[in-house]
Every structure is written in structure tokens, then in C-alpha cells.
């Protein structure tokens, strides 16, 4: 992933892909995705039904990719974060937000239930 948020919202062309946990974003993501971009995609709100702006999708030849992370158990999941890791270390791939703890890993969810925002990237303790 590249590129930086302004204000809160990323920034128009500027990332490869976005991985959007709450469904809530996919229309804005497209917006800022550069070519070729990906939105990953493992929650749909609501009914499960968004507006896309197709347009913008297809111009940046991008695509929206569906996960079930349903068919993942906890510690097939932890270890494609482990796989990840890596590469947060080596700085080709940025968080967007602060990084927490697994240990705080609730907070930001209680953050979120109150009506406070806010981008969290959870690292995994060994």
C-alpha cells in the first residue's frame, strides 16, 4: 500500500489496495485507489447492499475483492497476519493508523460503538 490521508480520507489515486473491515467505505475507497488498484472487502453492512460508483471503478481498471474470513479459523487468520508482518517491518507496506497491542485490542472497539472514530492496525504479541 502506498500513499497518505488528509483529513481523515484518503487521498484520491494513491493506494494499491485498501482492505475495508467495515463495508462502510467501499464507495470512497474506489475513489482512492490508483490503477490496478484492489478494495478487500470482509464485512457488508446493513443489508449487505452498497452503491458503487462503477464508473470510477472501471476507468481505474480496479476491482473490489470479497473475503469470507467466515471459512478462516482464529489461527489461520493470525498466521496471514504473521505472513504479513514482515513487510511492516521492512516498510514496504505503511499502516494507516497507530498501531496497538493485542493486548488493547478492545479498545478501539468500544471506541468505535461509542460513535468515536479512528484507523487502528492490531500487531500480534508472540
Not at 2 to 22: H, K, N, V, Y
Request: proline fraction near 6%; charged fraction near 20%.
Amino acid at each position: 500500500m502506498r500513499g497518505s490521508f488528509a483529513d481523515g480520507q484518503p487521498l484520491p489515486g494513491s493506494w494499491e489496495a485498501i482492505f475495508d473491515t467495515t463495508g462502510h467505505w467501499l464507495a470512497a475507497s474506489i475513489g482512492a485507489l490508483e490503477r490496478h488498484g484492489r478494495v478487500v472487502v470482509i464485512v457488508a453492512p446493513g443489508e449487505g447492499t452498497q452503491q458503487v460508483p462503477i464508473r470510477e471503478l472501471y476507468r481505474r481498471e480496479a476491482s473490489i475483492v470479497g473475503v469470507n474470513s467466515l471459512l478462516y479459523s482464529a489461527a489461520a487468520c493470525a498466521q496471514l497476519l504473521r505472513e504479513l508482518t514482515p513487510h511492516f517491518e521492512s516498510g514496504a507496506l505503511r499502516a494507516p493508523g497507530r498501531l496497538e497491542p493485542q493486548a488493547l485490542g478492545t479498545e478501539p472497539y468500544a471506541a468505535l460503538k461509542a460513535g468515536r472514530g479512528g484507523r487502528f492496525v492490531f500487531t500480534l504479541g508472540e
